[in-house]
């Protein structure tokens, strides 16, 4: 009986919605905003990931992403089993006739599009793109940023900041996510705490329209997902993808 409802499988799952979060990233190298000490590579959050913080001081800002940027670059930053697991998981449903996939990620680098990942929403912006601030376009960017980098656009400096989602900024995307959301029968939520925004918005949401929900963690958080599978996201995640995919045949 227990079995029955904790069981997920490929023929009830035909739309996959997954939120993955900083977890995921971690055992890549990468490290992010703490919300225990609210601090972010030894940085306080409201000095480098606020519209004020970015207008008090520029020039600290694009320094601060510019070093992500390199680090992200740097050769030994690479997608892990999870996000490779997630772009399988992808491929293997996304031609099925019914079936719909969406990724999104809270994460600011690269790495699922490295591992294959294509149906992707980066909510939280892109740590390799730069948005001109008079235009609203964005822009690739592998270099450093500067105060004085003349915009692809509008041919003038100043008006480049990086393209992520800044502390009381809106996510981007929403309408895409929640219209999926809305439609999924599976979500499953990796190394983000299910308790805190988005992430429990998100669970809510999709529990609220009938999905049933999965988180990855790497300790169980308290929120009532249907199943909690703990562990470190390059193990239970590639387990967990084989799980639901041997059950499709
Ligand atoms: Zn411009």
């Not at 992707?120 to 609203?136: D, F, I, P, T, Y």
Request: net charge negative; with cysteine.
């Amino acid at each position: 009986m227990q079995q029955d409802r904790h069981h997920t499988d490929m023929v009830a799952a035909r739309r996959i919605v997954v939120l993955t979060g900083a977890g995921i990233s971690a055992e890549s190298g990468i490290r992010t905003f703490r919300a225990s000490d609210g601090l972010w590579e030894d940085h306080k959050v409201e000095d480098v990931a606020t519209p004020e913080g970015f207008a008090a001081n520029p020039v600290a800002v694009h320094q601060f992403y510019n070093d992500r940027r390199r680090l992200l670059l740097n050769a030994s930053i690479r997608p892990n089993p999870a996000h490779t697991a997630l772009a399988r998981l992808e491929h293997s449903v996304i031609d099925l006739p019914g079936h719909d996939f969406l990724l999104i990620t809270q994460n600011i680098d690269n790495l699922h599009e490295r591992a294959g990942s294509r149906a992707l929403v980066h909510m939280h912006g892109e740590l390799l793109k730069m948005r001109c601030e008079q235009s609203g376009l964005s822009f690739d960017i592998r270099e450093d940023l500067m105060l004085d980098t003349c915009c692809r656009c509008c041919r003038e400096p100043g008006n480049l900041r990086p393209d992520v989602v800044w502390f009381g900024e809106i996510p981007l995307s929403m309408a895409k996510i929640t219209k999926a959301l809305t439609q999924c029968d599976l979500f499953i939520a990796i190394g983000t705490s299910g308790n805190v925004y988005p992430a429990a918005g998100f669970f809510e949401l999709a529990r609220e329209h009938g999905a049933h929900t999965v988180e990855l963690n790497l300790e169980s958080t308290n929120a009532d997902f249907d199943e909690h599978i703990c562990g470190p996201a390059s193990t239970v995640v590639p387990d967990y993808v084989e799980r639901l995919l041997s059950s499709a045949n």
